[in-house]
């Protein structure tokens, strides 16, 4: 669902504790919101004044998301220019020079308007979670606590171009049974809408009783036309209630655990989901990020509701000091190899590297079970089109056939 907010640009000037005086231009819904962020920073208002001409344009919050804004490319190229000695601010204005889609030119603006009135990156960062995920965020704020934020954004880059590039390969190999299947049923929307409804009314003319097939067909043809309306609201209003069960924790949790009991497909999803889970994790450790702290921020990585929970309660307990291998073992949703290499991550103190080589030997894994299941689906989709179709043109041909026995 679309929930448009109007932002408006303000103008400001303001001052410190320390006297120092700033003045620039802030993104916010209402002048309120403004002056809290600026004070927030440590900047008391001295002005604020919508800038009408720049103002009245919509938002689409929870419909933006990242659409335009392809982290993988922001976070190389801002790794590139820090590691290259250019300034924050600067780098960022190359960013927003840079970027066409106007909702993404707009949060890189909001970001650096946040950084120029005092706000670390991650805190600018973080104001739009909608659109830069708490990892980043996460390791955002500790490449600027260590100095080394340019090596920080790179292996986010490394990270995100990763999950990029499998998840390409998976749309890649849908492509093409998700053509045949919207193929097939408009060829028999097309039919059933239009075609069956005038040979049905030749048939009934000639008082021949119709074979079975056909008048199934007929049937079907009858109803969609008489209350296609009627299949139109249920339909929109199953995908609502689909849609917002799937919002409470409990569905949803009972929905991911049933996805990883599906034979074959079960398999893929945990191996997808246990792959983001250690790329994540593995590149958090190797930001000495707390493994407490890595193991709350991943949760929400991996996708799955069921494994995100093991994930939590991981977190806690490894507070405890217990081994995170033995933890892994006994939530009973990680496949032994990767249990395994977290162990000996653990025991040789390269938790970081283990946990990235099982991250690259499951999207493998991945990869090869998506083309294996993809060059199964094609055919499977076009046997169930063919037999769609098949049914049909038999229903439409057995009258004809009878006619002709008859005249005979």
């Not at 669902?1 to 400001?12: D, Q, W």
């Given at each position: 669902?679309?929930?448009?907010?109007?932002?408006?640009?303000?103008?400001?000037?303001?001052?410190?504790?320390?006297?120092?005086r700033s003045a620039g231009n802030l993104t916010s819904a209402?002048?309120?919101?403004?002056?809290?962020?600026?004070?927030?920073?440590?900047?008391?208002?001295?002005?604020?004044?919508?800038?009408?001409?720049?103002?009245?344009?919509?938002?689409?919050?929870?419909?933006?998301?990242?659409?335009?804004?392809?982290?993988?490319?922001?976070?190389?190229?801002?790794?590139?220019?820090?590691?290259?000695?250019?300034?924050?601010?600067?780098?960022?204005?190359?960013?927003?020079?840079?970027?066409?889609?106007?909702?993404?030119?707009?949060?890189?603006?909001?970001?650096?308007?946040?950084?120029?009135?005092?706000?670390?990156?991650?805190?600018?960062?973080?104001?739009?979670?909608?659109?830069?995920?708490?990892?980043?965020?996460?390791?955002?704020?500790?490449?600027?606590?260590?100095?080394?934020?340019?090596?920080?954004?790179?292996?986010?880059?490394?990270?995100?171009?990763?999950?990029?590039?499998?998840?390409?390969?998976?749309?890649?190999?849908?492509?093409?049974?998700?053509?045949?299947?919207?193929?097939?049923?408009?060829?028999?929307?097309?039919?059933?809408?239009?075609?069956?409804?005038?040979?049905?009314?030749?048939?009934?003319?000639?008082?021949?009783?119709?074979?079975?097939?056909?008048?199934?067909?007929?049937?079907?043809?009858?109803?969609?036309?008489?209350?296609?309306?009627?299949?139109?609201?249920?339909?929109?209003?199953?995908?609502?209630?689909?849609?917002?069960?799937?919002?409470?924790?409990?569905?949803?949790?009972?929905?991911?655990?049933?996805?990883?009991?599906?034979?074959?497909?079960?398999?893929?999803?945990?191996?997808?989901?246990?792959?983001?889970?250690?790329?994540?994790?593995?590149?958090?450790?190797?930001?000495?990020?707390?493994?407490?702290?890595?193991?709350?921020?991943?949760?929400?990585?991996?996708?799955?509701?069921?494994?995100?929970?093991?994930?939590?309660?991981?977190?806690?307990?490894?507070q405890e000091g217990v081994s995170l291998a033995e933890l892994?073992?006994?939530?009973?949703?990680?496949?032994?190899?990767?249990?395994?290499?977290?162990?000996?991550?653990?025991?040789?103190?390269?938790?970081?590297?283990?946990?990235?080589?099982?991250?690259?030997?499951?999207?493998?894994?991945?990869?090869?079970?998506?083309?294996?299941?993809?060059?199964?689906?094609?055919?499977?989709?076009?046997?169930?089109?063919?037999?769609?179709?098949?049914?049909?043109?038999?229903?439409?041909?057995?009258?004809?056939?009878?006619?002709?026995?008859?005249?005979?």
């Open positions: 669902m679309r929930c448009f907010i109007t932002l408006a640009v303000y103008s400001y000037r303001a001052v410190n504790g320390t006297g120092e209402t002048r309120r919101e403004a002056v809290e962020r600026l004070l927030a920073h440590g900047w008391h208002v001295l002005e604020l004044k919508e800038d009408r001409g720049r103002s009245g344009r919509p938002l689409a919050t929870g419909f933006l998301r990242r659409r335009g804004l392809r982290l993988p490319e922001l976070t190389r190229q801002l790794a590139t220019l820090c590691g290259s000695g250019v300034p924050l601010v600067q780098s960022m204005t190359v960013l927003i020079d840079q970027t066409e889609q106007p909702h993404a030119r707009r949060v890189l603006s909001d970001v650096l308007e946040s950084v120029k009135a005092g706000s670390s990156l991650s805190d600018a960062l973080e104001q739009h979670r909608d659109v830069f995920p708490e990892i980043m965020v996460s390791m955002v704020r500790v490449g600027e606590a260590s100095g080394a934020l340019d090596e920080v954004l790179a292996r986010l880059a490394e990270m995100f171009e990763k999950q990029d590039e499998l998840r390409g390969e998976v749309r890649a190999a849908l492509a093409y049974p998700a053509l045949v299947l919207c193929l097939g049923v408009a060829s028999a929307a097309v039919l059933v809408g239009f075609v069956i409804p005038r040979l049905s009314v030749m048939f009934e003319g000639l008082g021949e009783r119709m074979p079975l097939p056909t008048r199934i067909l007929c049937g079907i043809s009858d109803l969609v036309a008489a209350y296609w309306w009627l299949i139109g609201i249920g339909l929109v209003g199953l995908v609502a209630g689909v849609r917002a069960a799937m919002v409470r924790p409990s569905v949803r949790l009972t929905w991911d655990g049933f996805k990883l009991r599906i034979p074959w497909a079960g398999r893929l999803i945990r191996q997808a989901a246990v792959a983001r889970f250690a790329r994540s994790l593995g590149t958090l450790v190797k930001a000495e990020v707390h493994i407490v702290e890595a193991l709350q921020v991943v949760h929400a990585a991996a996708g799955n509701a069921v494994i995100a929970a093991a994930i939590r309660d991981m977190a806690r307990e490894v892994m073992k006994s939530a009973d949703v990680f496949p032994p190899l990767v249990v395994q290499m977290v162990a000996v991550g653990e025991e040789t103190g390269r938790l970081d590297q283990m946990l990235l080589r099982a991250a690259e030997a499951y999207d493998r894994q991945a990869a090869a079970s998506t083309k294996l299941m993809t060059s199964l689906l094609a055919p499977a989709l076009i046997l169930c089109v063919a037999v769609i179709v098949a049914f049909i043109i038999v229903s439409l041909v057995l009258p004809i056939f009878q006619i002709s026995a008859g005249i005979r």
